[in-house]
């Protein structure tokens, strides 16, 4: 059974704050996508990468994937309460094409 | 352009009761998805078309659980009868490529007493 095992579970933080969240697995993946999901909304697509030890930037967000494309990390920089939400981590193994989604980190920012 | 649209958006029903939901999704969107997500979990594939065709259901309970997609736009989700472990937000998306970027609905909140 392939995993995406994503830590924290939670975290709470104050603005400001710098943070990372993890997405890991043992299985390869052609590609790794991270979403983010606020109360009552499906999951809005922040990123997709798909090269090795590739790093993406998105405003304040940094998006790393594992030089063996088995995991991920999402960094906040200055975290604010708009970063507010449950980010997910969903990836494509080389094995077959079924997606698989990670459990989340529940991420708060507090003013 | 616009969104994934579902309906209801909340439901509550008693267990052994029916519920459907319905999805449209994006058009000109080949792939549509119905995810199961539980509170303080990941989205769980229930079934996957291409078109009106099914790519993947294989964790779709079946004895409960019915999803069609006729004329491979909009699709419907059926439960019957319902259990309280069904209590959850089902979330519809689509894709344009298969495995492409998900957009997704609001989601079906349902709440079986």
């Known amino acids: 059974t392939q995993l995406l095992e994503q830590s924290p579970q939670f975290l709470s933080i104050q603005e400001g704050e710098n943070l990372t969240v993890y997405c890991n697995s043992s299985?390869?993946?052609?590609?790794l996508q991270w979403y983010r999901q606020e109360p009552g909304e499906g999951p809005v697509l922040l990123v997709t990468?798909?090269?090795g030890g590739e790093v993406k930037k998105l405003k304040r967000l940094t998006f790393q994937f594992g030089d063996a494309r088995k995991d991920s990390s999402l960094h906040i920089t200055a975290a604010q309460p708009g970063d507010t939400g449950l980010y997910l981590c969903?990836?494509?193994?080389?094995?077959?094409?079924?997606?698989?989604w990670g459990a989340g980190t529940k991420l708060i920012i507090k003013p | 352009e616009a969104g994934v649209a579902q309906s209801p958006r909340y439901k509550i029903i008693e267990k052994r009761q029916s519920v459907a939901f319905w999805c449209n999704p994006i058009?000109?969107?080949?792939?549509l998805y119905w995810y199961q997500q539980i509170l303080g979990q990941g989205p769980k594939l229930l079934i996957q078309?291409?078109?009106?065709?099914?790519?993947?259901d294989s964790q779709l309970p079946k004895d409960r659980f019915s999803a069609e997609r006729l004329k491979g736009v909009d699709s419907t989700l059926k439960i019957q009868p319902a259990k309280l472990e069904d209590s959850a937000v089902y979330l519809c998306?689509?894709?344009?490529?298969?495995?492409?970027?998900?957009?997704f609905g609001e989601g079906s909140r349902l709440t079986v007493l």
């Open positions: 998306a689509s894709s344009l490529v298969e495995y492409g970027e998900l957009f």
């Open positions: 058009s000109g969107h080949a792939t």
């Open positions: 078309f291409q078109n009106n065709g099914v790519v993947d």
């Open positions: 299985s390869v993946f052609s590609s």
């Open positions: 990468v798909v090269t």
């Open positions: 969903a990836a494509l193994p080389d094995s077959n094409y079924q997606l698989i």
